[in-house]
């Protein structure tokens, strides 16, 4: 699959970095959507979809297979080849655009019914709240961003940096700045979960899940 790489911009590390962590596994993720994203947006009528650091392409196909039509960026060019792979088999290629950004460089063009941002960390410099804020930017009128990240790390990621302190779900709010009075809060927890590491070790970890829907007027 050919995907064409959107901006050049910066010195490639985010790239370098992904492509390594890719390309070092057969299989990173399980090809499964993400626990969050099937509830929430499971019930909702199928629009267009922006999933950023789409990875391997999990939720990317499930979205598909429920009839989105969905934009779906990363870094890394063997994760969007393998993405493009899980696409083909489950017959869903022709309504994924896959698109190649250094998401601190560039950002898709668009206004979707649902942008989600699922676990969307790097090790390398990312400015992390600069980039939610252009995907609050490119929700659509009465559309819906899902922001779902860790807020506890697992024993075997990783930053076991014991310093690291994790924002608090209101803080990450907070950092998208929303216009007061445009949106409303659905979600805004801090649920646990039994996390299943890279050798099947099991652990109980924290997700912070921000979901806020853009009013129409
Ligand atoms: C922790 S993984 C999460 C993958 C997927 N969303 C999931 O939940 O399984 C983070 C993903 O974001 C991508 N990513 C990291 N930095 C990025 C950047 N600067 N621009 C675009 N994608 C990036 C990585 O390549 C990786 O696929």
Avoid: K
């Avoid at 199928?46 to 990317?60: P, Y």
């Avoid at 655009?97 to 942008?115: M, R």
């Avoid at 930053?159 to 216009?179: C, I, M, V």
């Amino acid at each position: 699959m050919a995907v064409a790489p959107h901006g050049e911009g910066g010195n490639g590390e985010a790239r370098r970095f992904w492509e390594a962590h890719y390309r070092a596994h057969q299989r990173v993720w399980s090809g499964s959507a993400n626990a969050v994203l099937v509830d929430v947006a499971g019930p909702l009528p199928a629009g267009t979809a922006l999933d950023l650091g789409c990875g391997e392409g999990g939720d990317a196909v499930w979205l598909a297979r429920l009839g989105w039509r969905v934009t779906a960026v990363d870094v890394s060019t063997t994760a969007l080849e393998r993405a493009a792979t899980h696409a083909a088999a489950a017959g869903v290629a022709a309504r994924i655009d896959f698109q190649q950004h250094d998401l601190a460089h560039s950002f898709p063009a668009g206004a979707f019914d649902l942008v989600s941002a699922q676990y969307l960390h790097s090790p390398v410099e990312f400015p992390r709240d600069r980039v939610l804020r252009a995907a609050a930017g490119a929700v659509a009128p009465g559309g819906l961003l899902l922001i779902v990240e860790h807020a506890s790390v697992a024993p075997w990621s990783w930053n076991q940096d014991p310093d690291r302190r994790f924002p608090t779900p209101h803080e990450t709010l907070a950092a998208l700045d929303l216009s007061p009075g445009r949106w409303d809060t659905d979600r805004l927890g801090a649920p646990e979960r039994l996390a299943v590491g890279p050798n099947g070790e099991t652990a109980t970890v924290t997700d912070n899940v921000v979901a806020v829907r853009r009013l129409r007027r």
